[in-house]
């Protein structure tokens, strides 16, 4: 494709007819040669970047992504990183998304990888981030120091408190009922007849919908 005019918009022109085409290397060429010349144009460095990730030129993509500028470029970087098994980049990068952005689902994905590649302590972090938006989040992070109160008994005032907040939050049953354990377990007379009287008043209106 022969463009002889090399100005910001000759370069456009040529950008809106390679991109008209199949021919992939064309729109490489003149996306990079119009980003030589306007590099803070976000738009056609988002599209070079997901022409590089279909075409798995990684190594490529990279170089535009550091530092990514967008949400969108965070998590190509982030899936490049994971494709290569890179994971704890890729990790970091979720986790970047979640505090830049708030995006919760970024904070899942980091999660999920950190519990696949054995990130133990990192994976509770992010399960305690994610406890705060999410009943199965709240409840596993919630189960996981129930689990120690045996070997840990300090523990039980703070595991009532999780409770409680997920029973207050999203009227979950189950997190009702060890909550009343607890706080038996604490001699909380007055804890344990409030949450008596909330399990009866939960029952009641279960049975009657």
């Known amino acids: 494709m022969c463009i002889r005019d090399r100005s910001i918009t000759g370069l456009k022109k040529a950008i809106r007819i390679a ?13 990079r040669r119009y980003l030589k010349k306007q590099p803070d144009d976000i738009k056609a460095r988002d599209m070079l970047i997901n022409i590089f990730f279909v075409k798995k030129d990684y190594d490529s993509a990279l170089l535009l ?7 969108e470029e965070y998590y190509i970087l982030a899936s490049i990183y994971g494709i290569q098994k890179k994971y704890d980049p890729a990790i970091r990068t979720y986790i970047q998304i979640y505090e830049r952005y ?13 519990v696949d590649h054995e990130k133990s302590l990192v994976a509770r972090k992010l399960l305690h981030i994610l406890s ?6 709240a409840l596993a992070y919630a189960s996981y120091y129930y ?6 008994p300090g523990l039980q005032e703070y595991v009532l408190n999780l409770y409680l907040k997920i029973w ?16 038996f377990r604490l001699k909380k007379e007055s804890l344990k007849n409030k949450l008596i009287k909330d399990m009866f008043v939960y029952l009641i209106n279960r049975d009657t919908e």
């Open 65 to 71: 992504l550091k530092p990514p500028r967008t949400k």
């Open 102 to 114: 708030k995006d919760i689902e970024a904070a899942e994905e980091a999660y999920f990888l950190a």
């Open 147 to 152: 689990k120690k109160i045996k070997k840990h």
């Open 132 to 137: 705060k938006y999410k009943k199965r989040f």
């Open 168 to 183: 207050g939050k999203w009227r979950d049953f189950s997190a009702l009922k060890i909550s009343y354990e607890l706080a």
């Open 19 to 31: 991109l008209w085409t199949d021919n992939t290397d064309c729109k490489i060429i003149w996306l």
